[in-house]
């Protein structure tokens, strides 16, 4: 099954005409989530037609506007369109109270659940979990508390050699789900048959690294080494290093740095400011720092197969 | 002078791709005033090229979300973009709230003064004076407390009746704002020249009522009688007059039996429900009641000389 990400908005700061702050839409074994939520994400939802009610969990990276201005407004819209699915928005503390408010205000609350989980800690933390996927934080260093998310499949099961079970009269059907999980084989005479000789690796996880927005931060790179795609904000190009230092932002070639260190697969960079009027310039910067990247699009989607 | 309107959106509840929720720009007497602010307000005015830099006061008639979820990402906009002046925000109590906890979690207070006027009376009130214009709350009845807002021209002066001054050789220029200002002339021998002789009556005044959110609400009638132009929402049809009544909201029909017995000479209707495709139903069943409505359209400036 593939990782597939849908770009909603990847510009930075204010939302203007066709350059809408962030969000993304992903969908990871039969899961969608929603990362980071401008002003007018509702409506890029609509323009690309995301069957947006699918949504059960948000994750919010931090509180700036171009990252939270819209929540308050989808989670209204799910009430207006009946919503009655749980929905879990997870970001920095204070997130409850921003969105309870303007609830209380406008005297609309939720007619289906609406559950915040508060984040604080400045450790990665295991924040969701089931059968088939986790999602850890990834501290960030931005001007205020800022986590980017670990989406990461879980290891299926093994998968089982027929050519290799079916030389064995003894092992019956029922015996499949044992193999699947690790276990050898024991014939009537006493001979064990390793797991190994009659099962396959199970497909390789597949996993998602948003992190936005953040200075040049290598201490994330142990967490997202090897993650099948990695975005990273760049705000601005190397010639405004100075800029992103101060504003705690991401230039082009960081984010490729940060894709070569943690030798990641494919490298989405985005959150452009609107000074630069052509994006190319930073997919040029970045590849020749790390040649698997690819710019964000607003009504794109990337499939991670 | 003109009253200049320009819709910004138009539409009720939740914004839509083309379909903006209720925010209005009006230009009367040299001032600029916003009203209304639903989500994506901030990128109808870059999109309809409005110089929003300009606005000074910004009038919130209720708290749902449709009609103030654009304001937060406007004021911080506003800090963007460097802005040093003054910023009024006139709404119902709790609006500071709302905005301020939303800038504080954010970590990014303007640099600007921002200051609330909260609103919580059940009275009609003057909000606003210059020498110039005034603007006053319009109660209405809706699901939360709701004002509209009546922006009314001041009187002028009076203007000089030149071939009448010339008539008599003893009224000097130093005269003339004695005349403006209504006085009568009293000659050397005695005799007093009556104001009326020499002066015309001042420009009449023009005034714009907005009146949105409400039901079928006759008794605004006294306050919005003969107004140049008003804008009444109509959320329904006639044929949804009971849901009218229940959500607290008016038809084409009952706007414009508003506009005829308040005897306004323009009516502007809107806030129209997604469930109706066709909107010139809505102009159609309000003309059958008061032949001079328009619609409101996105993008659109009507001039009321």
Known sequence: ????????????????????????????????????????????LRRYNVKFSKIKHIFISHLHGDHVFGLVGLISTFRLLNRESELHVYGPKGIKEMITLQLKLSNSWTHYPLLFHELSSKEPELIFEDEKVEVHTIPL????????????????????????????????????????NGRDFILKNGTTIKNKELTLDPSPVKSYAFCSDTSYFPEIIPQIKQVTALYHEATF?????????????????????????????????????????????????????????????????????
């Open 141 to 180: 260093d931005h001007r205020v508390y800022t986590n980017g998310f670990l989406f990461k499949e879980k290891l299926g099961e093994r998968k089982l050699n027929m050519n290799a079970v079916f030389n064995h009269k003894e092992i019956e059907i029922c015996d499949y789900q044992n193999l699947k």
């Open 237 to 305: 190009l190397n010639d405004k290093e100075n800029l992103a230092t101060i504003t705690k932002h991401s230039t082009a070639k960081q984010a490729a740095t940060i894709a070569q260190n943690a030798e990641v697969k494919n490298l989405v960079i985005g959150h452009f400011s609107g000074r630069y009027k052509n994006k190319e310039l930073f997919l040029t910067e970045a590849k020749s720092f790390f040649k698997n990247t690819i710019l964000a699009e607003e009504g794109k989607t990337f499939v991670f197969e």
């Open 1 to 44: 099954m593939s990782l597939k990400l849908t770009v909603l908005g990847c510009h930075s700061a204010t939302p203007r005409v066709n350059a809408n702050p962030t969000s993304q839409f992903l969908e990871i074994k039969n899961h969608h989530f929603l990362i980071d939520c401008g002003e007018g994400t509702q409506v890029q």
